[in-house]
């Protein structure tokens, strides 16, 4: 997995490094020089180019003075612009103008709050400018810990960042702004941490290799079974979406349960297996739709509940029920989430089952299950979310973080997801990635290796099919190219 370091998490690591004995310099040289290297990289060479390089005040802007003394020694032509010392537009403008390449070495990973004055004006510039950036370790204007951008910011077609990539470097729009990035290694002690929270990561294909268990031989079809409760009048949609997905992740058989006899007729047909869940006269999930369910679940390795439900009293009765007394491992999504209005006693009384559960809520949702906004800090509310739910979170949006609770005052571990695009931003796509948990699930893999491995398939999967496009893709797009992701990750190299 690919480590992940907070501003705060690399302001420690550095200071480790430096208390064993590696000078600043030294790190500052190493830097500067990585940087450099980027550049020749950049512009195919450097005997004869010009290069305007930009340099705040910190460390970010002495690796900037290195890399723009490197650079000098190899032929090229420096203007240098430090910040601290006030900046002569007249120059700068000119220097731009001419230059090859531009190095944005204002501000780093501890950034927050606007760019202002000389480093705004800069900003400004450099969006219009022709020649390609290369930003040090963050694109300046970019929040470091959350990729959160307030102002005018430095859009970089390269960011050259140390020892590990930076959650700014995840999070959209951060990630958008950072362009190509290399991660450079320049000696800096990583871990361990100490007391503090368990590091980041970001899940890579063979974490989820490694996750995914073989099909036994002996293998039957019940021995991965998933039921899905879902739908409504008109909603079937939904969670057929997830029954297909659970089937193409994995599962040996599906049961979708959907409420009254007229859904279900008009799913039926096909692989998954439709079954009627007692209804109101509305065509919603009635309050005893509970009772026919659990009456079932000892059959199956998994539960999905929530898509298509609707927002009905009864609705809300049947799932709070299903949370509270289903002894399967559970995922929880969409109008399942919204069924619990913020009451999360159901699912800390699944702690009683001994039976994981994941919950796989956006913004909006997330919000009206804690109680108060997602904020800039994803990583945060992911977990503090997972801790009052006692439940593994799937926050999605962009750059998808997964968070587990806290176990015996030890915070969970948490990793982002960076697989897809905007190209997920169409319906039905939520209810595939909530299919594909619920199948890893019912293969037996713990819920949180299930939801980091299900946002990463779910992503390549999109991203196979779109191929770089961010228009044309559909749910079930995603359905079918499920498959082919799985044997392109298990296939031997």
């Not at 512009?43 to 690796?63: E, F, I, L």
């Not at 705004?120 to 470091?144: K, Q, Y």
């Not at 050259?160 to 190509?180: D, N, Y």
């Not at 349960?257 to 047909?269: C, I, N, V």
Request: glycine share 14%; charged share 20%.
């Amino acid at each position: 997995m690919e480590p992940v370091l907070t501003p705060e998490a690399m302001g420690r690591a550095d200071q480790r490094t430096i208390d064993a004995g590696t000078p600043v310099s030294v790190l500052m040289e190493r830097a500067g020089r990585a940087v450099a290297w980027e550049v020749r990289r950049s512009v195919d060479g450097t005997y004869g180019r010009r290069v305007v390089v930009v340099c705040g005040k910190g460390n970010n802007g002495g690796d900037g003075l290195v890399a723009a003394r490197v650079l000098t020694g190899w032929g090229m032509r420096a203007h240098v612009v430090e910040l601290a010392g006030g900046v002569d537009r007249a120059a700068v403008t000119q220097a731009l103008a001419s230059a090859d390449v531009v190095i944005d070495a204002m501000y780093g990973t501890g950034f927050r709050g606007v760019l202002e004055r000389d480093a705004a004006w800069i900003a400004t510039c450099l969006d219009g400018s022709s020649a390609p950036i290369v930003s040090v370790d963050v694109p300046s204007g970019i929040d470091g810990l959350t990729g959160a951008v307030r102002g005018v910011v430095v859009h970089a077609q390269r960011t050259v960042t140390f020892a590990a990539r930076k959650p700014g470097l995840v999070f959209e729009p951060g990630r958008s702004h950072a362009g190509v990035i290399s991660v450079v290694d320049i000696g800096i002690d990583l871990g361990p941490d100490g007391d503090v929270p368990p590091p980041l990561g970001i899940v890579a294909s063979a974490d989820v290799r490694g996750w995914l268990p073989p099909r036994p031989p002996d293998a039957h079809k019940w021995i991965a079974a998933v039921m899905v409760v879902g739908g409504s009048a008109g909603m079937i949609g939904a969670p057929m979406l997830v029954s297909h997905a659970a089937m193409r992740a994995g599962a040996g058989i599906v049961w979708c349960g959907l409420p009254g006899e007229a859904a279900a007729r008009q799913a039926s047909g096909g692989e998954v297996v439709t079954r009627v869940l007692p209804a109101s006269a509305e065509g919603m999930l009635a309050p005893t739709a509970a009772d026919t369910v659990l009456a079932n679940i000892g059959r199956f390795a998994a539960l999905a509940v929530g898509p298509g439900l609707g927002r009905d009293p009864s609705v809300a009765t049947a799932v709070c029920s299903l949370v509270a007394e289903a002894r399967v491992p559970l995922v929880l999504d969409a109008d399942g989430l919204n069924a619990l209005g913020g009451n999360l006693e159901p699912l800390r009384a699944r702690r009683m089952l001994d039976a994981p559960v994941v919950l796989t809520p956006h913004d909006g949702e997330y919000v009206r299950l804690a109680g108060r906004p997602v904020g800039d800090d994803r990583i945060a509310a992911a977990r503090r979310l997972a801790d009052l739910a006692h439940a593994v979170v799937l926050l999605k949006g962009p750059g998808t973080v997964i968070a587990e609770p806290e176990r015996a005052g030890t915070p969970g571990r948490v990793v982002l997801n960076p697989t897809g695009s905007a190209a997920l931003a169409t319906a039905g796509t939520g209810d595939v990635l909530t299919g594909i948990i619920a199948g890893f699930l019912a293969r037996g893999m713990p819920a949180f290796e299930a939801a980091a491995a299900a946002a990463w398939i779910h992503g390549a999967a999109a991203d196979l099919v779109a191929g770089g496009a961010t228009d044309g893709l559909i749910a079930g797009d995603v359905v079918e190219a499920i498959p082919s992701t799985l044997r392109a990750l298990t296939r031997p190299a």
